[in-house]
């Protein structure tokens, strides 16, 4: 971490306890959750967005829902989680917390349950964060009930470099980082949104419908 980067994760917010107790557990049981940096980048979007409705494909431990939750409390969430043994520990955490009103947590492969998720939409923000090798797919099957004045979120979009070419012995990250990338160049290009990468942590980009006539 440069100087730049150890200023700016200084002046990061405390974290509530069970923020802070949810992070320990993602890092003792080596669940994938958002960086510091860009949990607090997705929390200021979802302040001055202020969505009604919230969608997420990737629930993992609940954490970033429940974050979201927090910038925002007029929302209300939808998240997707396929793993069981994820679901139950994010039904868990949920629960705990007393905001499984708030927040409706669906079990389920997320490219299997349009019909479903449709009923509960339309939605104000897409976060996508599950399987990087099918985030295209993901756009394209949700971003149909996203509103016109809404914002798609996707994380882990640098992936640790591997897109823009970091060289190593890891194949699997390579094949990973060569997906994100094709997504990437895919959304860049996409002749109905307009796209803004931001280099906060493992990378964020930000889709917008683009406006008829411009």
């Known amino acids: 971490m440069g100087r730049t980067e150890e200023y700016l994760a200084s002046l990061l917010p405390a974290n509530p306890l069970w923020a802070d107790e949810l992070e320990q557990f993602a890092k003792e049981n080596q669940v994938p959750i958002m960086e510091p940096s860009g949990i607090h980048y997705l929390m200021q979007l979802v302040r001055v967005k202020r969505p009604k409705r919230i969608l997420e494909i990737g629930a993992a431990i609940g954490y970033s829902a429940l ?21 139950q520990q994010a039904r868990t955490n949920l629960e705990r917390l007393d905001e499984d ?7 389920g492969d997320a490219l299997e349950l349009q019909d479903e998720i449709h009923e509960k939409g339309p939605f104000d923000l897409l976060f996508i964060d599950a399987a990087k090798g099918q985030y295209q797919k ?20 640098l992936f640790k470099g591997y897109p ?17 990338r094709s997504y990437n160049d895919w959304l860049i290009s996409h002749p109905h949104y307009h ?15 683009k406006v008829t006539g411009r």
């Open 164 to 180: 823009a070419g970091k060289d190593d012995d890891n194949k699997r990250m390579q094949k990973i980082g060569d997906k994100i």
């Open 138 to 157: 993901f756009f394209e099957y949700y971003s149909q009930m996203i509103t016109d004045e809404g914002i798609i979120v996707s994380d882990n979009v």
């Open 101 to 107: 009103t708030r927040i409706e947590l669906v079990l």
């Open 67 to 87: 974050r979201m939750l927090e910038a925002y409390p007029g929302t209300t969430i939808v998240t997707i989680e396929r793993d069981p043994e994820r679901y």
């Open 195 to 209: 796209t803004t990468i931001v280099p906060v942590g493992d990378g964020i980009a930000l889709t917008v419908k």
